[in-house]
């Protein structure tokens, strides 16, 4: 794997995780906050952390912020400074910019102004939270979009039996199988003769409506 270059701005929890997670991965990691306390904790984790106003473009210039391949805007409750730095970074030809919203609206903006990836940690959390609280079928998930995601799934007992062509989750739910586990072994772009057994974990494609809809199937 390639060793990646990334600026996260903003030091607080969210930030923190990034940057310690990114360093852990052997990646490059310059961190910028305009807090000298939170520069200086971070300092010993991130490669290269700076203070200073991440929406004064001659600053991140200097720092040739559009060398990177990424920059994750992780500021705290700040939301103009949040958008403004967007924007400068935006107008400077970023490569890739991720911003983290504080609420729906927040989130709005930020897409509308062109942030390529726009999160919510705390709403995600929270989603992750109750999908495990409320079913013991779900293993693990990725949410690809708002819409569609990737899901580990156990095998529903009315699905046990049938071969992937007649269990009908292609065509009525749109669900594509990219993998399927049996104990340690694992199955890739199963055919679709491939015939679904009792405790097989389905690894699955698909519209996240669809992926309740087979997560509830008995």
């Known amino acids: 794997m390639r ?7 903003g030091v607080g929890r969210f930030g923190e995780s990034i940057i310690r ?24 984790i991130a490669t290269q ?4 106003d991440s929406m004064d473009e001659k600053v991140l210039r ?9 920059v994750v805007v992780a500021i705290g409750e700040d939301i103009e400074s949040s958008i403004l730095t967007c924007l400068t970074l935006k107008e400077m030809g970023v490569k890739k910019i991720i911003a983290k919203a504080h609420s729906p ?26 999908r495990t609280l409320v079913s013991n079928s779900i293993i693990e998930h990725i949410d690809l979009s708002a819409e569609y ?3 580990e799934i156990v095998t529903p007992r009315s ?3 049938k071969n992937l062509k007649d269990s009908g989750l292609r065509p009525k739910l749109g669900l594509n199988i990219l993998a399927i586990r049996t104990g340690d072994d694992i199955v890739v772009s199963p ?3 491939h015939v679904i057994q009792d405790g097989d974990i389905l690894v699955v494609l698909g519209p996240t409506r669809s992926l309740e809809k087979l997560n509830g199937m008995d």
């Open 49 to 52: 952390a700076v203070q200073a």
């Open 159 to 161: 699905l046990v039996g």
């Open 105 to 130: 609206m927040h989130g709005k903006v930020l897409s509308k102004i062109g942030v390529d990836l726009v999160v919510h940690p705390e709403r995600d959390m929270a989603i992750r939270l109750a």
């Open 62 to 70: 200097s720092l040739d912020i559009t060398s990177f391949d990424a």
């Open 191 to 193: 055919l679709p003769e």
């Open 149 to 151: 995601g990737i899901w």
């Open 3 to 9: 060793k990646q270059q990334y600026a996260v701005i």
């Open 21 to 44: 997670e990114l360093t852990r991965m052997g990646h490059e990691v310059l961190a910028i906050d305009t807090d000298e306390d939170k520069v200086q904790y971070i300092a010993d």
